[in-house]
């Protein structure tokens, strides 16, 4: 079945230090202004782990997109690298390694789609009512 699309937005940024921030304030700014801001806390962990995760392994721009879809909201980020991202089992003691685990945790699912062309897109979903 497919969704109807009741907005969308996007964004693209370049790969450096302060994307990830930039990323995060435009999912605020897009969420708050639709009235979902209920779901800004979560939408922005999230984001900023993809983000993150685009910078430091991809390491090209990358670019951010919601859409407000019927019961959801759907995060992306696109970069350009078709190597898919893994979820780590990091000790206690380490530093990294757990950003894909608070995606999971905190987002409704979440996956990796490829293409177009040499790119693949992290999405996460978050609920909302209908």
Not at 74 to 85: K, Y
Not at 86 to 108: K, M, N
Request: aromatic fraction near 6%; charge should be neutral.
């Amino acid at each position: 079945m497919v969704q109807r699309t009741l907005w969308s937005q996007q964004c693209t940024f370049p790969s450096e230090a302060e994307s990830a921030s930039k990323a995060r304030t435009f999912v605020s700014q897009q969420l708050t202004e639709h009235d979902l801001s209920y779901l800004v806390q979560d939408v922005r962990l999230v984001t900023s782990e993809l983000a993150t995760n685009a910078m430091l392994h991809a390491r090209t721009p990358f670019t951010v997109g919601l859409q407000r879809l019927v019961g959801a909201v759907l995060l992306t980020v696109r970069d350009g690298s078709l190597v898919a991202p893994e979820r780590a089992d990091a000790s206690p003691t380490e530093v990294r390694g757990r950003g894909l685990f608070l995606v999971d945790h905190t987002s409704h699912d979440w996956g990796v789609t490829l293409g177009p062309g040499r790119s693949k897109s992290v999405w996460a979903s978050f609920m909302t009512p209908s």
